[in-house]
């Protein structure tokens, strides 16, 4: 996941390949409650991990339910039996709509039968998200419930005493066009309460998002809770009725998280398809439905039992008008979608985006426009017409911190692709705080980049060359960690070359044997680890070895020979990938990637150096002598400056960085200036 304050999209001019998308946010908070609500113990399989899946964890944890991760991924959960096991407790439920609102009804349920006290809370977006149809239906049921802050809006107080009894004799009224939510979370809470007999609710208003309400019904009748509806104006649960364990479930694939990804075949993919795995025309969830809107703009969408495959047909796309009451948060996918038709989409019915994360209505008009296109927003739909080709503009588009928004806007990397063979300049896209995207699908950019395609060219790459021990590969390191891109410390090629060559026993001056070495070296990097395959095959970790001082002796006096030096580019070359990548060496900036639109080059003395290093030497236990150390680098500083090939030396546009003085944060921070100086032109990231 991109923990960042921003990720800056390159442009993306096809996409192809394979996905495999997280577990049914809708599907996984329901399975829990169910299972914490049930006798016995439930395997969950594949179930997602997200924000929203955290907190309900997190609450049943709490509420006394077991929780077992096993070793083969599955989570076992062992239930309460619809029994509390504890009577007073404050909830934190972030900003999980599909937490609050089932966890509120159940408790409040419990709370009025078994007696207790619980506080439900969450962000300051969630207490602003609606919830007083809920309350009033739990109210008019005999439940306890006060508000903490504003009426209408959470947070919550659930109350009652044991022995307590509920108003189930009569019809329940509850709104159905607000949030489906609220019905989906008395249907969950009231199996807990009809021991007296059977419980009617009765839908007043239109009932909106209705598929999500059948993936509640069908996940009752998976825990043996079979709903008796009419229609959808009235829900029937039978008299003792009691939660049972299925045993083991399987969470299919987010219908809605596809959405994406079938927006991106449509878009991108005209030469090899978007294969989809996870989900496919069997779903239970209604947002499956979205492939019908994007076949009526022009997708060309195959599918089968668990998987999807998506091929743009129809180019430009087809605008539409669409009532997307059935498919309320894919549709956010078609708003974006839009920007590749021809003529204006409107989406009609959306209400409930007004009622969501954020106001979506608003939000997705107010980052559209920013990208050049004609917006209508209305009360409960949103009319978009696309910008003419020469008409976008760079954007940075701000998330309202909505895992969907981030999601969606993403897309709009592609935009070099709009219209019939018109040229589009590229453009910068920005995602601001992209790590909103944990909610429901926390690796979805890694996803994306996985299947995007970009010209080589385009991907952006900041160089930083420096002298030994000069603190490059720590800068590196850091910046990349902040711009959420790769990081290529060439260095370490170097010394896993010697460190495979001294372990074969090559001598140090045989150049073509050192170059074979080079080239068939099987070097992988895992987080902290680096992996160096042997003759055998067998890959150990050597991050350790390849910083021991006789290593970089030996690296620096290999790196001279041309032939190794040739060996070793093309395993270079191949760490520029998407996002971008920040590589840090010798000859990064002169010779591997000279037109990276960014070369930095650190100036720090050798007597500097020598005491950075002295330092950390002693740190880790080792004994050093600084004024060896300091000879070495002056020995190492001539050999790499006087070397025929690449000598080490500063590009002839690179900028000096002395951080001789300077703490690694503030070394970051000039980097990060420059970066930001590069980009506010808006031009392309990749290009000089």
Excluded at 162 to 174: C, D, M, N, S
Excluded at 675 to 684: C, D, F, L, S, V
Aim: proline share 5%; hydrophobic share 45%.
């Amino acid at each position: 996941m991109f923990d960042i304050p921003h990720l800056d999209l390159p442009p993306l001019r096809g996409a192809a390949g394979r996905v495999r998308l997280p577990g049914s946010k809708s599907i996984s908070n329901r399975v829990l409650l169910l299972a914490g609500l049930s006798e016995g113990t439930t395997v969950v399989r594949d179930l997602l991990a997200s924000d929203d899946t955290r907190v309900m964890l997190d609450a049943l944890r709490t509420l006394g339910c077991t929780l077992e991760h096993r070793a083969d991924g599955a989570l076992a959960v062992t239930g309460l039996g619809g029994q509390l096991a504890v009577h007073e407790v404050a909830l934190f439920l972030g900003n999980a709509g599909t937490a609050m609102r089932p966890l509120a009804a159940a408790l409040a349920v419990l709370a009025a039968l078994q007696g207790g006290a619980f506080t439900l809370s969450g962000v300051p977006r969630m207490h602003e998200r609606p919830i007083g149809d809920l309350v009033d239906a739990l109210v008019a049921l005999g439940c306890g419930v006060d508000y903490l802050g504003n009426p209408g809006y959470p947070p919550l107080k659930l109350h009652g005493q044991a022995g307590g009894a509920l108003h189930t004799g009569r019809e329940i009224p509850v709104r159905g066009d607000v949030s489906s939510q609220f019905l989906t979370a008395l249907l969950l809470a009231l199996p807990l309460a009809s021991q007296a007999g059977a419980i009617t609710l009765a839908v007043q208003g239109e009932l909106i998002s209705k598929p999500y309400v059948e993936i509640t019904l069908n996940l009752l009748a998976r825990f043996g809770i079979a709903v008796q509806r009419e229609g959808w104006q009235r829900f029937t649960i039978p008299a003792g009725s009691r939660y049972r364990t299925p045993g083991e479930l399987y969470v299919e694939a987010d219908a809605s998280s596809a959405s994406y990804f079938i927006a991106l075949g449509a878009i991108a993919a005209a030469d090899e398809p978007i294969v989809i795995e996870g989900v496919g025309l069997d779903s239970i969830q209604g947002d499956i439905r979205f492939i019908e809107a994007a076949q009526a703009m022009g997708a060309d969408v195959q599918g089968e039992p668990g998987r999807l495959v998506v091929r743009r047909g129809a180019w430009p796309l087809r605008a539409i008008t669409l009532d997307c009451n059935h498919i309320p948060d894919a549709a956010m996918t078609l708003a974006v979608m839009a920007l590749y038709a021809e003529g204006t989409t409107r989406l009609t019915n959306i209400a409930s985006w007004r009622v969501k994360e954020t106001d979506r209505i608003a939000a997705m008009a107010c980052e559209l426009r920013k990208l050049g296109a004609t917006v209508v927003e209305e009360a409960d739909a949103i009319s978009v017409t696309p910008p003419a080709p020469g008409a976008w503009r760079p954007a940075a588009i701000h998330t309202y911190d909505d895992h969907r928004i981030a999601m969606c806007f993403s897309l709009a990397a592609f935009h070099t692709l709009v219209g019939n063979g018109a040229q589009v300049a590229p453009l910068n896209v920005r995602i601001l705080d992209p790590k909103c995207v944990a909610k429901t699908f926390p690796d979805y950019f890694e996803a994306l980049f996985s299947v995007a395609r970009a010209r080589t060219g385009e991907i952006p790459v900041i160089t930083i060359d420096g002298p030994t021990a000069s603190g490059k590969g720590t800068l590196a390191a850091q910046v990349a960690a902040r711009l959420g891109w790769h990081q290529l410390d060439s260095g370490l090629l170097y010394r896993a070359t010697a460190l495979a060559a001294l372990r074969q026993g090559v001598a140090a001056d045989d150049e073509a044997a050192l170059a074979r070495v080079a080239a068939g070296l099987k070097l992988r990097f895992d987080g902290e680890r680096v992996l160096l395959a042997g003759a055998d095959g067998q890959a150990d970790d050597v991050a350790a070895e390849l910083r021991q001082e006789h290593v970089g002796s030996m690296a620096s006096r290999i790196a001279a020979f041309g032939a190794v030096r040739a060996a070793l580019e093309a395993l270079q070359l191949g760490f520029r990938a998407l996002p971008g990548l920040v590589a840090d060496g010798r000859d990064m900036g002169t010779v591997i990637f000279p037109q990276a639109p960014l070369k930095l080059f650190l100036t720090a003395s050798a007597a500097m150096r020598a005491e950075r290093r002295h330092k950390q030497l002693i740190s880790k236990g080792i004994s050093a002598n600084l004024a060896d150390l300091r000879a070495d680098l002056e020995a190492r500083d001539e050999r790499d400056r006087n070397r025929a090939v690449a000598p080490l030396k500063p590009a002839q546009d690179a900028l000096l960085l002395d951080n001789s003085g300077l703490s690694i944060e503030d070394s970051v921070q000039q980097v990060l200036a420059w970066w930001a100086e590069r980009t506010q032109k808006g031009g392309p990231f990749g290009q000089a």
